[in-house]
C-alpha cells in the first residue's frame, strides 16, 4: 500500500470514529431526555465521550503533522538532488 492510500485509510478511519463518537453522543443525550439515565451518568458518559473524542484528534493532528514534516523534508531532498544534477550537466 503506498503513502497516499495509507493516508486516505488512516483519514476515513478518523472521520468515522469521530462520527461514531458523535452518535454516542447523541444516543446519550436521547437517554437522558427521555429519563432512562440519570444526571450523574450522563455526565460521567459526556466526559468519557468527550475526552475520547479530545485524544483521537489530537493523535491524528501529531501524524498528519508528523507526515507532512516528513514530506516536505523529502521535497527538499530531491531539490537538492535536482540541483545537483542541473550543475553535473553544465
Do not use: C, H, P, W
Not at 436521547?30 to 444526571?39: P, V
Amino acid at each position: 500500500m503506498d503513502d497516499k492510500k495509507k493516508d486516505k485509510m488512516i483519514t476515513i478511519f478518523v472521520v468515522a470514529l469521530v462520527g461514531i463518537l458523535m452518535a454516542l453522543m447523541v444516543v446519550m443525550l436521547t437517554m437522558y431526555t427521555g429519563g432512562s439515565i440519570d444526571e450523574q451518568a450522563m455526565l460521567m458518559m459526556s466526559t468519557a465521550l468527550s475526552s475520547a473524542m479530545f485524544v483521537v484528534v489530537i493523535v491524528y493532528g501529531a501524524y498528519s503533522l508528523k507526515i507532512q514534516n516528513s514530506a516536505k523534508s523529502d521535497y527538499e531532498r530531491f531539490l537538492e538532488e535536482k540541483e545537483k544534477e542541473e550543475k553535473k550537466g553544465e
